[in-house]
């Protein structure tokens, strides 16, 4: 039996994830993760806020392009209703025993699509009311959901960008439901990812209508969402491309500068995907600390790729040092607000055993605590802090300050131009240095 709903328990023989600390040589147990530790007045569950992807963990079932599915998962059903239902089970089972206190999830994800788009909205509407069940059950809570407009071939010229304005009103369709579903369940923010927002090929494409097209969706979509009562954070989720050549979205500076340009920024911020922020050619913090700077960090989805594969590989993060840079931006932006931090990862197609899927979010987990932990320590000593301080002070006082407070003319700049330039080291050898320091000692 499963211990929250009366129904049937799908991971059997794994008991709720406990915290047995660094010595620990328990796989099902977490290292470093330790929910209820003060870091800098929060606790580690408080600052890490983490949340459980749906479409990796319950619906990617291991096909590649290269392959059918490898996954075998303990609650399929022949009904797709049925088969929704189980998962549901299982996914809160599963988001309970690991301690995560969020999930997130697109509408493919948890109900069958149906005939048509009525069936579509009733599949829905009742898949909410089951998952509303088990948050109330549980605890647990929604950190968003979003819409899948990219998967069903209608989609395939685009969503809200497409050149058929009948495409366009059908993703409003999914749009509106999929917002009606958030307030139901007290969803934190809603997410748009433009999978397919974007263009194969120029020649067939007017970029500059399209843009528009997109801007005043989302305008309409924050309109409606603010009619019935969302009051959370709207959030873009910048990628280059994949699935199309060129996203609107490419990485958070383009995604910034589009939300301003169509008057977002009270409503909308970024939700920053590491291995997104690579595929744009930048580092994850990279992203993060873009975000940051302009007020606009609203969450993260937390994986990692590879650095010798260029697409989207979603990994489970592990690296240490990534978790820690990310949550050096992400603490001194004074934590991320309604946001947290999303497994948008997937095992690997050869990790089949259902175990993996556990072992894989403890890695997670236990990497951005570890992270944390690094990264408070860094910020408590202000080491790095106070070198870049001294690295900007000639800002600080005299012509610099004047400079920087708008009091100069180029003229005036111009005529100060004429000294002899002292080269000043940037010191990054040391500083890499230094901050493996912090990572091992
Ligand atoms: C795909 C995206 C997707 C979004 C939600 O690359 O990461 O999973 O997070 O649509
Ligand atoms: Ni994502
Ligand atoms: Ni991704």
Known sequence: MNYFTGNKEY????GKIEFEGKNSDNPLAFKFYDKDKMIGG????EHL?????????????????????????????????KDAVNKADAAFEFTTKMGMPYYCFHDADVAPHGKNMNEYQKNLH???????????????????????AFS????????????????????????KTCLDVNVELGGQNYVF???????????NTDMKREREHLGRALTMARDYGRKIGFTGNFLIEPKPMEPTKHQYDYDAQSAIAFIKDFGLEKDFKCNIEANHATLAGHTFDHDLQVCADNGMLGSVDANQGDAQNGWDTDEFPSNVYETTKAMLVILKNGGLDKGGLNFDAKRRRNSTDNEDLFLAHISGMDSFALGLEIANRIIEDGKFDSFIADRYSSFDSGNGQLFEAGKMDLETLAALGNKDIKLVSGKQEYLESL???????
């Open 49 to 81: 806020r983490f949340a459980c992807a749906y479409w990796h963990s319950f619906n990617a079932n291991g096909t590649d392009p290269f392959g059918g599915p490898t996954m075998e998962f303990p609650f399929t059903d022949s009904d797709p209703l």
């Open 193 to 203: 990812w433009g999978g397919r927002e974007g263009y194969m090929s120029l020649l």
């Open 152 to 175: 069903d071939k209608v989609f395939m010229n685009g969503a809200t960008t497409n050149p058929e304005f009948d495409v366009v009103a059908r993703t409003a369709l999914q749009i």
């Open 11 to 14: 991971f059997k023989g794994i």
């Open 42 to 45: 929060k606790t580690m569950e």
């Open 435 to 441: 901050f493996n320091m912090y990572m091992f000692r």
């Open 126 to 148: 009742d898949m909410a009311k089951e998952l509303k069940k088990r948050q109330d059950a549980t605890g647990v809570k929604l950190l968003w959901n979003t819409t899948n």
